[in-house]
């Protein structure tokens, strides 16, 4: 084990659904990004690959990605999280559902649900769009998150960008939101965000693939300077090169251990415990090997 990396890591950025979500985001992937997801695994086989690999605490997300299946999706993650210790959700939710808010009240009352999952790129909404407003104005009186998914990279299209979410946060600056990737591919513009937005959060998940064209270009000094403001994610399993490459992607900036045991555990346990606070006792991982 690498000397910087905290024994046990949060993987805050996970993707769990049903087997037959699964199958249809893979297809999926072929289509829109024309490259193969690396790990056909499904969600038990994703748990245990972490669990085999230094991750304890386990944060996944879903999403609706049309009407009428944000609430079987949710019935899902309460069987999942009620029988899996130190596993925590980003649920679903549909804007056009009926009673879209009531069921989002519903799932947020479950002590592992850190929040709701919303992919602007997938769910072609503004972030802005007022349909949104009683889901924030819910999850900001509950102290639970948002996870947004709402940058340009891989791919963006018109629902997504910087200045989409700079107009809701024109309405909402105290919004509890995660931004995945990074907020690839307008990494300043996003970094610069949390200067004035204190519950801004970003995530690694994507951004740290030497290999890969299009990833974080800011630098260690906003790594540094940011440090208590990113937490480590994989996007397991839906991602196209390894794991492993991504870690060490990040140890190649050779930040302090201090600095690596924020971002790949402090800070995702400090995001658990506000948002979860019945669930602070983690358990350590039931197997360790290499991250
Ligand atoms: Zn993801």
Redesign the pocket.
């Known amino acids: 084990m690498p000397p910087k990396l905290p024994e046990t890591l949060i993987d805050s950025?996970v993707?769990l659904f049903p087997d037959k979500g699964f199958d249809a985001i893979w297809k999926a992937f072929d289509q829109m990004y024309q490259v193969p997801v690396l790990h056909h695994l499904y969600h038990q086989e994703c748990i245990e690959y972490l669990r085999a690999r230094q991750v304890g605490p386990i944060v996944y997300s879903n999403y609706a990605h049309k009407p009428g299946i944000a609430g079987s999706m949710n019935a899902w993650n309460r069987e999942l999280l009620n029988r899996s210790e130190n596993l925590f959700c980003y649920a679903a939710f549909h804007p056009e559902d009926d009673e879209a808010l009531a069921m989002a009240e519903d799932i947020l009352s479950h002590p592992q649900v850190m929040g709701i999952k919303l992919h602007f790129l997938i769910q072609h909404y503004y972030p802005h769009d007022s349909r949104f407003f009683p889901l924030y104005e819910l999850i900001m009186d509950r102290k639970k998150r948002l996870l947004m998914?709402l940058g340009t990279g891989p791919i963006g299209n018109q629902y997504t960008g910087l200045d989409h979410f700079k107009i809701l946060l024109k309405r909402y600056p105290d919004l509890p939101v995660t931004i995945?990737h990074m907020g690839g591919y307008e990494y300043k513009g996003f970094l610069d965000l949390l200067d004035d937005h204190p519950d801004l959060y970003l995530d690694t998940?994507y951004s740290f693939w030497h290999q890969a064209p299009g990833g974080y270009d800011q630098g260690t000094e906003a790594l540094e300077r940011y440090q208590d403001r990113i937490v480590y994610g994989s996007?397991f399993p839906?991602i196209i090169l390894p794991r492993k490459d991504e870690i060490e992607g990040l140890l190649s900036y050779d930040l302090s251990s201090g600095i690596y045991s924020k971002l790949f555990y402090e800070n995702g346990a400090r995001l658990i415990q506000s948002a979860c606070p019945e669930c602070i006792h983690f358990c350590p991982p039931h197997v360790h090997t290499a991250y």
């Open positions: 950025h993707h998914h995945p998940a996007d839906n």
